[in-house]
């Protein structure tokens, strides 16, 4: 197999003082002494000396070098060292930005995340994608992206999706795996184009992500001969089983949508099963509230509490996923060598560190936060507040024909036949119908029905947060539901509750209309309060952001509103079309 091209982290004179440093002929930047530490080669904790130059990890030893003013000695008695946590599954665009959620992720020890690509692909250029996630680089964590082979809905341009682009973001230093492959049923259905990315993926030495719910074992069996080597979607233990018998590396979840790690653990272990060395665990896209109480260290501490050894435990968020993904040679181990990824921890048994080391620099000391430059000029990167110079116009808001679409839940929605009457400019107080429309971010084309489900009592709501980057228009009242437009219109992009003119909750998302530029703790709070608005009004389901993101995405039943118009998946096509402005 030819390996994939691989960033260099350190240049020729950089690893020349590396080796003077274990020679004594420079100082280290750092000295753990009396670190308890996980090793990961022999699967135990070791008291040893663990010596740090700049960024990287030189030595671990019981040797101490001499003592010199520029080195920072650390006494870690009584203290326990691990590999700085590695997200193998995040989608960085939840309402927060890569930056914000790293940020916030490092404080509890995740300083290596494994980021989604969508909102790149299909929002920007590939060359100004890819100088972007370079430029994203720059800072103390370490990211990594997916290369999707897939928009994940029915778009009316692929332009984005061409072979070229799929093979330059594949090749790239910096993209770590193709996937998620949200569009497997094509691939067993004869889609060769995506079975090329996936052996090209494969060519390069880079494992394929699948996403695969509820699939059987031939399924599972079928897709393993077809490439993938890992898979994110077990929902039950059972399934988790099913994935380990036959070899693929098995992701565990817990995330707003899907938490379900605390059950799959717990009936792995009741199963008999005790290797976990084929096992991660990730939080899926969770959005900003469900963040609130951790992030990769609440898998860890659910880990623990089901009776996870710690070595495992620990592992699963570290060396496990640096070992899948090819890079355990800079990752995922306190060994030399390695990036200097370090968290402390007062216990074995409290993953959420007291100080976090990432890339040789402290953000975090003594369970404070050390300042850090995350500043970053998005909009020089192509992720500009929305500026539409067109309005929306009355005669846009008709409904109409014999069908609508319900939901089942926060992200599943069906077909049901229309029970209102829909001429009207502003639907009942009670029921749990609304009008509902999907609008072209250019203003080209809009998509009209009516949702069952949602709440019933919003009259005005209004998003740019899509699958797609469209628009998002639900209501009861056509007139709030146009304020509520007009507004996010104003602040750049956003998310917008509306109720008799006024604006009750907002989100700005000044970042392509998609994303917050706010520190994600504060965004917690504008989300939370969202979120008790429109529950207040009805919203039945917790998770209204997924929602929003999931209204377009056709690898979930049974209904979508998509670019092309109201989709069903299960036949493939298109029932009613777009209809062009």
């Not at 520190?519 to 989300?527: A, F, N």
Request: with cysteine; glycine share 8%.
């Amino acid at each position: 197999m030819v390996l994939a091209k691989r960033k260099n982290l350190w240049t020729k004179q950089q690893l020349r003082q590396h080796v003077q440093v274990v020679s004594g002929e420079l100082p280290p930047s750092i000295v753990f002494y009396n670190a308890t530490y996980l090793n990961n080669g022999l699967k135990k904790w070791v008291t040893s000396n663990i010596w740090v130059y700049e960024d990287r990890i030189v030595y671990v030893g019981d040797d101490l070098p001499e003592k010199h003013p520029s080195t920072e000695w650390i006494d870690c008695y009584g203290k326990y060292l691990v590999p700085g946590y590695i997200e193998p599954h995040a989608h960085p665009f939840q309402l927060y930005n890569p930056l914000t959620l790293a940020r916030y992720a490092s404080q509890r020890g995740t300083t290596t995340m494994m980021n989604d690509n969508l909102l790149f692909l299909l929002g920007l250029t590939k060359e100004k994608a890819l100088t972007l996630i370079e430029n994203l680089d720059q800072y103390p964590v370490s990211m990594y992206w997916w290369a999707r082979y897939d928009s994940q809905t029915q778009l009316l341009d692929e332009e984005a999706i061409t072979n070229k682009n799929m093979k330059e973001w594949l090749a790239h230093p910096l993209v770590i795996q193709g996937g998620e492959l949200t569009a497997w049923p094509d691939v067993l259905g004869g889609d060769d184009e995506i079975l090329e990315w996936m052996q090209e993926t494969r060519r390069l030495g880079k494992p394929v992500e699948g996403h695969l719910p509820g699939a059987s074992l031939a399924t599972l069996t079928k897709m393993g001969l077809l490439g993938v080597s890992c898979d994110h979607e077990a929902m039950t233990g059972e399934e988790a089983l099913r994935r380990l018998e036959m070899g693929m590396m098995t992701s565990l979840r817990y995330s707003s949508i899907r938490p379900d790690l605390p059950v799959i653990l717990e009936s792995l272990l009741k199963k008999g099963v005790t290797s976990f060395d084929r096992v991660m665990m990730n939080t899926d896209g969770s959005t900003p509230s469900f963040l609130e109480n951790g992030t990769t260290d609440k898998l860890i501490a659910i880990a623990l509490e089901k009776g996870v050894p710690s070595e495992d435990a620990y592992s699963m968020v570290s060396y496990n996923v640096a070992n899948h993904y090819g890079i355990s040679d800079t990752h995922g181990m306190i060994a030399p060598g390695r990036v200097a990824h370090i968290n402390i921890l007062a216990s074995k048994e409290d993953p959420l560190p007291v100080s976090v080391l990432a890339r040789g620099k402290w953000l975090k000391r003594d369970r404070d936060e050390v300042e850090q430059d995350w500043s970053f000029d998005w909009e020089d990167h192509g992720l500009s507040p929305l500026d539409n110079s067109w309005e929306i116009q009355s005669n846009d808001l008709t409904f109409s024909g014999p069908a609508g679409i319900e939901m089942v839940n926060a992200v599943i929605t069906k077909p049901y036949n229309l029970s209102v009457e829909t001429s009207v400019e502003e639907l009942p107080s009670g029921s749990d119908e609304s009008f509902m429309m999907l609008l072209s971010r250019e203003g080209k084309w809009r998509v009209n029905t009516i949702i069952k489900g949602f709440a019933n009592q919003v009259k005005g709501f209004a998003s740019s947060f899509s699958n797609t980057g469209d628009f998002i228009l639900i209501g009861k009242n056509k007139a709030d539901m146009m304020t509520a437009f007009n507004r996010i219109n104003e602040i750049g992009g956003g998310i917008s509750l509306v109720e008799d003119g006024e604006v009750i909750s907002e989100i700005k998302l000044p970042l392509m209309g998609k994303m917050s530029d706010l520190p994600l703790e504060e965004l917690i709070k504008v989300e939370k309060r969202m979120i008790q608005e429109l529950e207040d009004r009805g919203y039945l389901y917790k998770d209204p952001v997924y929602s929003l993101l999931f209204f377009s995405s056709t690898h979930l039943p049974f209904i979508r509103l998509t670019q092309q118009g109201i989709y069903d998946v299960k036949r493939k096509m298109v029932l009613f079309p777009s209809i062009m402005r």
